[in-house]
T-cell receptor, first 112, second 112 residues
Framework: GQQVMQIPQYQHVQEGEDFTTYCNSSTTLSNIQWYKQRPGGHPVFLIQLVKSGEVKKQKRLTFQFGEAKKNSSLHITATQTTDVGTYFCADSGGTSYGKLTFGQGTILTVHP | NAGVTQTPKFQVLKTGQSMTLQCAQDMNHEYMSWYRQDPGMGLRLIHYSVGAGITDQGEVPNGYNVSRSTTEDFPLRLLSAAPSQTSVYFC???????????FGDGTRLSIL
């Protein structure tokens, strides 16, 4: 079935450094959703990307969808301690439309 | 609005016991789903429902049953608990398949 690979699995940064997580698939992604899960919490929806080459921004967060729709990325500029958590990408398409397939997640630690 | 409510928050079971994890949403969402979250494996879909009376299997359905008699409720039943079912379980809902999902706070389940 559809597989979504997310890298890196862990990322440790100093506060103020930038952070990027990547989401890749060997097949074309239908659309990508990004979620954030704080430690001990539940996933919270951040954004959805649908169009090839799409770029969306939310304050310090920049989300991109690849031209071939086989990859996506989330970039955080100047991390803060409040950015700590696990970031997941999820594809909601392919052969099983509507069923989200999640990547393994990237655990971000921010050192003050 | 309470959103998605899961009960209980924590549960310890013995191998072979059965139990039901409760999930209710007050947003009149048609689509509801159950995920399990294990370290390093992201969120994996167990079962989902596109409306009252309609359910289907996800990626890891074995050992679990669901039913959807009302729009609001989507309980998950463990028929005979096994240690491999130790996990964090999340219920989620959205107004339509493929749309951003709203997650409950999760149930942390340990099987001894």
């Amino acid at each position: 079935g559809q597989q979504v690979m997310q890298i890196p699995q862990y990322q440790h940064v100093q506060e103020g450094e930038d952070f990027t997580t990547y989401c890749n698939s060997s097949t074309t992604l239908s659309n990508i959703q990004w979620y954030k899960q704080r430690p001990g919490g539940h996933p919270v929806f951040l954004i959805q990307l649908v169009k090839s080459g799409e770029v969306k921004k939310q304050k310090r967060l920049t989300f991109q969808f690849g031209e071939a729709k086989k990859n996506s990325s989330l970039h955080i500029t100047a991390t803060q301690t409040t950015d700590v958590g696990t970031y997941f990408c999820a594809d909601s398409g392919g052969t099983s439309y509507g069923k989200l397939t999640f990547g393994q997640g990237t655990i971000l630690t921010v050192h003050p | 609005n309470a959103g998605v409510t899961q009960t209980p928050k924590f549960q310890v079971l013995k191998t072979g016991q059965s139990m039901t994890l409760q999930c209710a949403q007050d947003m009149n969402h048609e689509y509801m789903s159950w995920y399990r979250q294990d370290p390093g494996m992201g969120l994996r879909l167990i079962h989902y429902s596109v409306g009252a009376g309609i359910t289907d299997q996800g990626e890891v359905p074995n050992g679990y049953n669901v039913s959807r008699s009302t729009t609001e409720d989507f309980p998950l039943r463990l028929l005979s608990a096994a240690p491999s079912q130790t996990s964090v379980y999340f219920c989620a809902s959205s107004y339509q398949e493929g749309r951003p999902q709203h997650f409950g706070d999760g149930t942390r389940l340990s099987i001894l």
